[in-house]
């Protein structure tokens, strides 16, 4: 079988449940949208090899045995599975599990699937006195909230870049246009510049509509190998997985990275020559065997406004600093030269952790079979999604056709 | 006093100190204090002392919490919005979170001098935290 580059795995189908605060069980929203993407596919769920579950961390015993809990709800059928957590990376891991046994010619067909139901407000650590875990340790000795992290690094980007909240404003305008035209989004209405401003602080700099809310919602894709593929669904325009980068970070990372207290020290060692989350989508770009010069969109995770500059950044489309001046000539926005969450982004959906990088993939295939509607990204013929979980998950893949 | 978390600071004669652990093979410094192996993977070194960390550095960034933290956070009633800074510390090479003691977001700027302190959480125990160096410009 040849590597990941060339041929290998194909993305025969996607499906979501709409992102929401339904209130429902997280079962009903994986149950949902694992028949929409069997269904995109043209397959039978008895046809199905392997599935893997997204976890999520807040919905009990299911939860951590996502892939059983998907697997039970469709029908047990000796089908073998796998559940992985990794933040708001698992999905790009389930991704990754399933594509590698299809890789190693141990299955043809795979199902993955992430869904979250989500509490109202703040994400809190999991219950219970803690005090070795350091995500319950930030809320205790320090009210570190998740926007408390994102506030950071929005702060930093004004000192370093001179950004200011209406840069930050502007990228939220940008999304909202998009997720206003995505059936699946959460948040369908535009949004002014002013109303952002005008939005209530919550880790200044900050606003409540520069951070992005938590959701219900789910996610799935059915994965194939190129063989079973062409011999399932001809030539069509097949969307090839070309790469997934679940990347760790490499010592001594430099940023303050959720949920910890301080960075490793670069007295005695010096940095690496990429950051982490510059990192992540370059071991994506390496693997694929382009660059971000050959993408015609990428989804990045726009946990708030600022960050979504950040990321532009860091996944190549322009140089430090320079994001916003992308976003003001309007080459990131539907229509402009590299649209960046043409999806409409975290703002338009909030985050359902364990679904958001498998609903990434959801955004690119779509684009790349020309089916996203008011959304399209003309020609689109390569994408990149990256995302990063807490404790040191990458996220990022590579689409192609 | 009690502090909420043992070990990763003291109060004495020289003031409040943050707590690390160096590593005796390669001097590389943590906080928290770490047991066990050296963080950097290209050291063998398992003997990680305590050392105490430079009480000075300057302002990475910073954000505050305008509406009250989730528990386990215990919010002050009436709740006063907490200020956080990131503070890179004077040679270590390292950048370490807290709290802030009497100054809000609109006097704080990147790059300012901040030194460490302690203050009480809301249910009493001590935490370390920033406050403004003394002859420190601002």
Not at chain 1, 233 to 241: K, Q
Request: charged share 20%.
């Amino acid at each position: 079988m040849s590597g990941p580059g060339s041929s290998g795995v194909v993305v025969l189908g996607t499906g979501m449940h709409p992102w929401g605060k339904q209130g429902r069980p997280f079962a009903e929203y994986g149950l949902a949208a694992a028949r929409a993407a069997l269904a995109d596919a043209g397959v039978a769920w008895t046809d199905i090899q392997y599935l893997v579950g997204a976890d999520t961390i807040r919905n009990g015993y299911p939860g951590f045995v996502a892939g059983a809990t998907y697997a039970q709800a469709l029908g047990w059928t000796g089908a073998r599975i796998a559940s992985c957590y990794a933040a708001c990376a698992s999905g790009a891991q389930a991704v990754d599990l399933a594509r590698t046994r299809i890789l190693a010619g141990l299955c043809d067909l795979a199902l993955v699937v992430g869904a979250d139901s989500t509490p109202k407000g703040f994400f809190a650590p999991v219950g219970g006195d803690r005090p070795d875990d350091p995500d319950w340790l930030r809320f205790r000795l320090l009210g570190a909230t998740n926007p408390a992290y994102f506030g950071l690094y929005a702060r930093r980007r004004m000192a370093l870049h001179g950004s200011t909240p209406y840069d930050f404003a502007a990228v939220k305008v940008k999304n909202a246009r998009a997720g206003a035209l995505n059936p699946m989004a959460r948040y369908r209405k535009t949004v002014t510049t002013e109303e952002v401003l005008a939005s209530p602080m919550v880790a200044d700099p900050l606003r409540l509509m520069d951070i992005c809310a938590t959701s219900d919602g789910g996610a799935a894709v059915v994965l194939a190998s190129e063989s079973y593929a062409r011999r399932h669904a001809g030539a069509r325009g097949l969307v090839r997985l070309a790469a997934v980068s679940t990347v760790t970070p490499t010592f001594p990372n430099t940023v303050l990275e959720l949920p910890n207290f301080a960075t490793d020290s670069w007295a005695a060692a010096p940095p690496p020559e990429r950051p982490f989350r510059a990192a992540i989508a370059y071991a994506a770009y390496e693997e694929a065997g382009l660059g971000p010069e050959d993408l015609s969109l990428a989804e990045v995770y726009d946990l708030s406004t600022a960050l979504e500059l950040d990321w532009t950044e860091d996944v190549g489309l322009c140089p430090p600093g320079e994001a916003e001046k992308l976003l003001r000539d309007g080459a990131t926005a539907l229509g402009g030269r590299i649209p960046v969450n043409p999806s409409g982004g975290l703002a338009s959906f909030g985050e359902a952790i364990p679904a958001q990088a498998v609903a990434q993939l959801c955004e690119l295939t779509d684009q790349l079979r020309g089916r996203a509607g008011p959304r399209q990204v003309q020609g689109a013929r390569a994408g990149l999604a990256a995302n990063q979980g807490l404790f040191g998950h990458g996220s990022a893949m590579v689409v192609t056709r | 006093m009690t502090y909420a978390i043992e070990g990763w600071f003291a109060v004495d004669a020289d003031g409040v100190v943050l707590l690390g652990t160096r590593c005796a093979a390669c001097g590389t410094v943590c906080f928290p204090p770490r047991r066990g192996s050296c963080p950097d993977p290209r050291c063998d070194g398992t003997d990680m002392e305590v050392t105490r960390l430079p009480r000075r550095g300057r302002v990475w960034s910073y954000t505050n919490a305008v509406y009250p933290p989730p528990a386990p956070y215990v919010a002050a009633q009436p709740y006063v919005p907490v200020t956080l800074a990131a503070v890179e510390l004077d040679g270590a090479g390292i950048v370490v979170l807290g709290q802030v003691a009497g100054l809000t977001v609109d006097e704080l700027e990147v790059g300012m001098e901040l030194e460490l302190t302690a203050g009480p959480l809301a249910d009493g125990p001590l935490v370390w935290m920033w406050r403004r160096a003394p002859g420190a410009a601002s």
